[in-house]
């Protein structure tokens, strides 16, 4: 099962997308236990672009930000860890006193290493993200195997740490800092002893996250960020493509061209929608956007954002907002034969089954590219061209079709088809 866990800060987000054993719960926590982790990103308030990549970026990420951290706090210069993989995340102090420098070297594809990409940290933002980083060590059911090595600095070779904590104010962030520095918190008798040198503070005073596929961990509000994996877009804009299409019963009636921000989240559904500079109430009345905004405004759910432009001519067109990260791709792929054969014999039954006449949808055949699960489930669909996007309402793809969010973050295979609405009445199912 794919499980998303979130450790939310007011100016920093982690999220961990990986996932789960089924079969191992905890005797306290039942959680499912992720032993895989797919995706890190680190999501930072007022910067678009998260830092993000698999596990070798977010061990980097836990060892750098937590050595830099005491570092930072004690004055005296820290021994870098010799871990694997160290050299993927770095951060020194920026020019300025409030300023640090975090540095990724992203993968753009397997074994691709791209130029770094920086992001500028305030000492409040460093904090929420070592609080983040300690939410994540000190929770028993994400990736256990994943701690830091490090050891307390001692009383005697630490300096004053006034001066540096005074920025970050009161509270987690302020006993995280004593703890850095060898200021030992008591812990509550009933804690498992921590995994970090920091976590005991963590431990005391965040609650353990919620079992679900999505789930916080914070109960301070904070958005997961902007969706910008290329096969998870894909899937989200074929969705929304298909909704505005069988919803816009006004098609035709709009003059111009009428353009909106819309925002989708995970699951596929339009959460807000907003109207270009030139686009009229009235021409927006003239849209399916009010029909289909959920107005879930729920702060910790990862949000698509797309440019959607209503044409005179009865006409869609769909583009990310985004940067695109990764490679565009359909997701994984069942390629084993004899699951093939059996899954497109059964898409070809559930196809003429659900034909509401036998007679031919058109005059020309009609081809579209269809991918199923494993348990024979529609996931994802699109025509391949003009004609048959005209004619897919005709067609039972639409009603069949159940978008599946595992399948969206490309977790779940499918199995891929060439289906084909023939100009004879014949539907023909082939692998694609």
Known sequence: ?????????????????????????????????????????????GHQQPLFGGRDFLTSLVATVSNYAQEFLSGIPHPALSQPNSN????????????????????????VIDQPTQIDLSTVQLFDLLEAIDQFLADQRTLPDIMVPLKPMSRATAQPISAHALPVGLGLASLVVASLIGYALPVPEKITAPKSI??????????????????????????TGTITEATQLGFLERKLQRDLNQNWQERGQIKQTADFLVNVNQDG?????????????????????????????????????FNVSFSPTGSIEIKPVA?????????????EPKLQNTLAEQLKTKLTESLASK?????????????VTKTGEIADYEPTDQRAS???????????????????????????YKVVFGANGEILVTPK
């Open 323 to 335: 940067k695109i990260q990764g490679s565009i791709s359909l997701g994984k792929a069942i390629t």
């Open 198 to 223: 920091n976590s005991a503070a963590v431990n005391s005073t965040t609650p353990k996250p919620t079992s679900t596929s999505v789930d916080p961990t914070s109960s301070k509000p904070s958005k």
């Open 359 to 371: 007679k031919p949808i058109g005059a020309k055949n009609l081809n579209y590219r269809v991918g």
């Open 88 to 111: 993927l995340v770095s951060i020194v102090k920026g020019d300025r006193q409030d300023i640090h420098h975090l540095q990724a070297r992203l993968e753009s594809s397997p074994g």
């Open 269 to 305: 559904q339009i959460v807000s929608y907003k109207p270009g500079e030139k686009t009229t109430a009235a021409q927006s009345d003239l849209t399916p956007l009010s029909k289909l905004s959920t107005k879930n405004n729920d702060p910790n759910q990862a949000i698509g954002n």
């Open 390 to 416: 005209e004619a897919e309402a005709k067609t039972p793809l639409p009603k069949l079709v159940k978008f599946n969010p595992q399948a969206a973050i490309s977790q779940e295979a499918l199995a891929q």
């Open 1 to 45: 099962m794919t499980i998303r866990r979130q450790y939310s800060l007011p100016n920093c987000t982690l999220v961990l997308d990986g996932l789960s054993d089924s079969n191992s719960t905890g005797m306290v926590d039942s959680r499912p236990l992720m032993y895989t982790l797919f995706n890190a990103e680190c999501h930072f308030v």
